[in-house]
């Protein structure tokens, strides 16, 4: 059965996580304002507050699956308009690291932090039509292409990189390979300048004639497979990784939707405006109504990403649930915002109030790893038995 019912010990752990996230709040708007400037690895209020990973870990049994308490966790920072006290010492290619990497390259590279390049110029969801090249010359990999938007590419120590080994394999010539910083014909090109997510830094990258020996390859499998449609071993182990982090990335989008609902109820609150549950619907004002629906609809995103958690907490595959995740927290983190902005009026738009960056930050979630629309066309495959080659 599934039961989300949090025990003593893990509601007190939100609660250290909400207070932590808060205490964040007065540089959220600093470094929304200067996008130039990368976050320091820890701010001077970190120190106050204990390593949540370590209380996780020590806790005992018969708590919350780890996994689920991350995503409740990452829902309860987001809902704040801060930034972290401490920057995450991992990314999107630790993921892909650990889910593909062989042991020897889990021990190598799994201290440091890792970005994940795939997206091009011309190949965003689109991934088999990645143009970045990796030929095989003596014992070394030579890796040649443009690569935009890699989140955390500036502060990372390396990357995992998507190239092609044989572009008429399609799917199947692409495999991922660890590129560190500073190995030559490896260029940070610049920093992107953003709508949101501000103080989150986004690189754009050139590999030129970059060499990296040859047991980079993440996985370690150089053989291409030649069926249609199918990719290789690295290009799946890799694409698994999107299978936990679209929940991640749904429950921050819903953070976004929440902070800003709650936001629009405590200041409407404080205007003698209370949502009151029990009233029937003719006798509450629009503003009430709004809220109400919004909130319902925050617990309902919130709902579809525990479940993808739940399974992936029990080892079962949860393909399908990631993406309804993932779907339904990129529509609540774009119409939440919009809706507590509705009912807030024109203070909504003011730097003075959070909510015009709720709206900002929310929006990345419903594009990057995947975007609502490849969420639906991932689903409907899922659901009417269809490969990526037959529904695309
Ligand atoms: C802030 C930020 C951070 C990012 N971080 C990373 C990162 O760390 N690493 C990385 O590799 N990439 C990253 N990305 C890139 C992101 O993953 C891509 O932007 C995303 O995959 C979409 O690709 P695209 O922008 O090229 O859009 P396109 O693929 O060109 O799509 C354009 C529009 O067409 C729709 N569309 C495309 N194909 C279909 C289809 N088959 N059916 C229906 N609709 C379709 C899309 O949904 C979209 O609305 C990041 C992007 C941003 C903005």
Redesign the pocket.
Known sequence: MVDFTLSDNDKDILESVAAEAKAGEKYARYYDEHEDEVLPKAFPEAKVFPSILERIRRRPGDDTAPFIMQMLIKLEREAHNGVPLRQAPAA?GNAALNAAGTPDQKARWGQLML?????EPG????TKAIQTTATLDGDEWVLNGD?I???NGVRCAGTIVWATVSKSAGRGGIKSFLVLKGTPGFDLVRK?K?LG?RSND?AAYAFRDCRVPRDHLIGGDESVPRGKGEGSASYRGVLKTFNTTRPTVAAGGIGKALGAFRYARDRLAEEGVAVDWDEGRCDRSLAEQILLELEADIEAASLTVLRAAWLASRGQPNNLEASVAKAKGGEVCRSGPQRAMEVLGAMSLSHDHPVEQYLRDGR?TD????????QR?VIARSILGYSSAEL?
């Open positions: 999107l970005a994940m390049s795939i997206t190949a965003g969801s689109d690569k938007f890699v989140t992107e953003k997510i986004t990345i594009i990057y790893e995947g975007t609502g629309q490849i066309l695309t």
